[in-house]
């Protein structure tokens, strides 16, 4: 907003010309969000503790969480989300058609998961949002912004492969026979990209502070892949897909890392609020559609390692069970099964922090490996 209000009064405005270098407004998107979400969490917390809008704690889940997270109140993605739209809006172009399907993403995803916490915490429904009608809505709101990508061509039909140099495969030239529908291939796969992340950031949101660490180190990574990706020398240098405006991502990808950072102040163990699936789902998704946007879609998978091993530790716990009457850890999601195992809750979480800044410094160097 505040680009194409001032950039174009550069000439009679001193000043008004740093309104046009991403550089400038990424660094004023990450102090906006920040400000934002750390203004907003202290009124917060006291109007969801007066409702008494608190997290449901697992039954079967370690002992020590009905101790110490009872009564904790929840949906403080709320506040993220606010901090991320209110920063993006101010401070990204919004003439660029991946800035607001970010947005629809971010915001679909928060309103499903803002419907599962509100059944869980007011309706004191234990499961929350049933999982088909999850599914129905992470569908209708990815694959419909997909489809317009797909469209109008902002989204480009192509899978690349990190690591390989010329690895790019485009959907729509597997079989000449009929490109057009083998194209929307592609958004049916981005789809599957959306659940995937998004319920692999809800999956890992179980300890204090333990999800917005990664979220935060992949949304910096993802940065950095915007800004490259959106410049035609840098994406000719590093052999990747260029994507016009992919760019502009940057101010969006930064704008999470400051809200990440206010709720952070408050999320910090001992936990004052948690994000709740309205914040974890929302996340997911943003993490997602910024993969599909830039074409990393594939290096996610080391990027946000954590999710997919979080993601991971569910389906082998379930398949295994269900095989052979056996469970495979102590407890799923993985961060649990390190619970049971007598690990303290801090140590957990500084050390998949660790490995979540190790696996995205991991994930940027492939730029230069290919």
Request: include cysteine.
């Amino acid at each position: 907003m505040l680009y194409h209000l001032l950039v174009p009064l550069a000439d009679t405005i001193p000043g008004a010309n740093v309104f046009r270098y991403q550089s400038f407004r990424t660094a004023w998107a990450i102090i906006t969000a920040l400000a934002v979400a750390y203004v907003l969490f202290p009124t917060f917390i006291n109007y969801m503790k007066k409702l008494k809008m608190e997290q449901i704690i697992r039954e079967d889940g370690p002992a020590s969480h009905r101790l110490d997270k009872l009564g904790t109140p929840t949906m403080g993605g709320v506040c993220i989300l606010v901090g991320i739209a209110v920063s993006t809006l101010l401070w990204a172009r919004l003439d660029n058609p991946y800035v607001w399907m970010c947005l629809v993403v971010t915001l679909g995803y928060g309103l499903i998961g803002f419907v599962d916490d509100y059944k869980k915490v007011i309706e004191k429904t234990p499961d929350g949002l049933a999982g088909r009608w999850k599914i129905l809505g992470q569908v209708v709101f990815g694959g419909g912004v997909l489809a317009y990508g797909h469209v109008s061509g902002a989204i480009l039909p192509v899978l690349q492969l990190p690591f390989l140099k010329h690895s790019a495969i485009d959907f729509s030239e597997l079989w000449v026979g009929a490109p057009d529908q083998l194209g929307w291939l592609f958004p049916l796969f981005g789809v599957f990209v959306l659940a995937a992340v998004s319920n692999g950031v809800n999956l890992t949101d179980g300890l204090d502070g333990l999800a917005i660490g990664p979220v935060m180190t992949s949304a910096a990574t993802y940065g950095v892949l915007a800004y490259v990706t959106g410049n035609a020398k840098f994406a000719e240098y590093l052999d990747i897909t260029y994507v016009n405006g992919a760019g502009e991502l940057t101010v969006a990808c930064m704008a999470i890392v400051g809200a990440g950072l206010g709720f952070l102040w408050f999320n910090a163990y001992p936990a004052q609020v948690f994000m709740g699936d309205v914040g974890s789902l929302a996340l997911g998704g943003l993490l997602g559609i910024l993969a599909i946007c830039t074409k990393h879609e594939m290096l996610f998978v080391l990027v946000g390692g954590i999710f997919v091993v979080e993601n991971l530790s569910v389906i082998i716990q379930v398949a295994g069970f269900k095989l052979t009457g056996k469970r495979v850890f102590a407890m799923a999601p993985l961060h649990h099964h390190y619970e049971k195992q007598g690990w303290s809750e801090p140590k957990i979480i500084v050390r998949f922090w660790i490995i979540s800044i190790v696996l995205a410094l991991v994930g940027l160097s492939t730029l230069k490996l290919r």
